[in-house]
Every structure is written in C-alpha cells, then in structure tokens.
C-alpha cells in the first residue's frame, strides 16, 4: 500500500468536493427562498415588503458574484461569493488530475469545467461582475432554470464525491 499522488489528488478532492456539494445545497436555498418569496400573497400591497423583497432578490444575486468587491456597499459587504470560488475548485480537480494522469476521472469533470467557462463568459447579467441578473432572476423559467442548475450540480457533486472516495480507496490499495 503506497502513498501516491493519485491518492493525494482524491482526498483532497473529497474534502473540496464536501465544499462544492455546501456550495450547491445553498444554491438551491437560495432559489428556493426567491421562488416562495415571489409566491408569497401575504402584504402583496405594502411597500415596506416589496422593498425588503427587492433587498433579498439582491442580497442573494450579489452573493453569487463573479468577483469580490464591487462599488455597491451592500456587495461589497457580501462577504465570500460562492460562483468564483466554485468555478476555481472544480478548475483545480481537473488540474489535479490532468497532473496524476488520472484520464477517466478528467474526462468525467471535463464537460462540468467547460460548462463553468462557458457559464463565466456568457453569464446572462447585464453586468460583467455578477452571475444572476436580480430583475432577471425573478422570472418564472430563469428561476426555474437556474434551480434545475443546481439541482444537476448537487447530484453531479454527490456522484463525484463517491466515485472520488471509491478510486481513492483502490488507489491506494492497489498501489
């Protein structure tokens, strides 16, 4: 039983992918928050609530920006953004693997990475800095949209973190 760089390469892409399944799990509170407060008949007409509405549409938007800072106080404030984090640590499973020759396991992260680069580029928000457009986003089907996003990377994330621990544990037993 040896201690490769194989082995390295899946433990820690275990501990990172428990972070990029916390990433997605958020994703979908969060969405899931914005589709029942859009649904939510109680105080329709009052401004106070269709202010605070509008505070959590952008709360949550600037959250999952594309870089940190920004002009907003409220964004900047945001503390840690999820998108720019998520992207990189997926980047770094397949630089990790491409350096360990671990073909299979490259090739299954491959189209997640170039979906994430395409995702960068091509984000639908008018703005380059953020991911979700908040007047955007409130839309039925970019809702919807964007909750079945998450919900594919949640299950891609788990399918990951089992296949990891699985060529993990043959890596070094076989070794």
Not at 74 to 95: D, K, N, W
């Amino acid at each position: 039983m040896a201690f490769t760089f194989a082995a390295f390469c899946y433990m820690l892409s275990l501990v990172l992918c428990a972070a990029l399944i916390f990433f997605a799990i958020w994703h979908i509170i969060a969405f899931d928050e914005l589709r029942t407060d859009f649904k939510s008949p109680i105080d329709q007409g009052n401004p106070v609530h269709a202010r605070e509405r509008l505070r959590n549409i952008e709360r949550i938007c600037f959250l999952l920006r594309k870089v940190s800072g920004g002009s907003r106080g409220e964004a900047s404030r945001g503390g840690s953004q999820l998108v720019l984090p998520e992207y990189s640590i997926h980047g770094l499973f397949c630089t990790m693997f491409l350096c360990a020759q671990e073909w299979l396991t490259l090739g299954l992260n491959t189209p997640l990475l170039f979906y994430h680069v395409w995702r960068y580029f091509h984000c639908p928000a008018d703005s380059p800095e953020l991911a979700y457009d908040p007047p955007v986003v409130m839309n039925a089907d970019t809702l919807s949209y964007c909750q079945k996003e998450a919900w594919c990377k949640l299950a891609f994330y788990l399918l990951s973190f089992f296949y990891y621990l699985y060529c993990m544990i043959y890596t070094l037993v076989s070794s």
